[in-house]
């Protein structure tokens, strides 16, 4: 199984970042996919989520209206598209699956985003 996570990097107030993940060895389409972050010295949190259809999405409070959640099954991908970031974005961003009905889950070892002048 792997989730790898792509599309970090260093950018500005205001700016935006697309982050991928590109996933292996599972049945994505059975899978909830979940975007987390983690900032330093905080714990990880739930940044946005999508369910195996598609069907469903729900973004933290933090993030709404900036931050768009998508997913690709043909592609076993899913996508974090990040506008108007704000440096308290600035964290490790996690890339996350979990089995709609089993619960097996798995995690991506992270990109970094830094929204910083």
């Known amino acids: 199984v792997q989730l790898v996570e792509s599309g970090g990097g260093l950018v500005q107030p205001g700016g935006s970042l697309r982050l991928s993940c590109a996933t292996s060895g599972f049945t994505f389409s059975s899978y909830v996919m979940s975007w987390y972050r983690q900032a330093p010295g905080k714990e990880r949190e739930l940044v946005a989520g999508?369910?195996?259809?598609?069907?469903?999405?729900n973004y933290a409070d933090s993030v709404k209206g900036r931050f768009t959640i998508a997913r690709d099954n043909a592609k076993n991908t899913v996508y974090l598209q990040m506008n108007s970031l704000k440096p308290e974005d600035t964290a490790v961003y996690y890339c996350?699956?979990?089995?709609?009905?089993?619960?097996?889950?798995?995690w991506g070892k992270g990109t970094l985003v830094t929204v910083s002048s």
């Open positions: 996350y699956a979990r089995h709609r009905v089993y619960g097996m889950d798995y």
């Open positions: 999508i369910t195996s259809d598609g069907g469903s999405i």
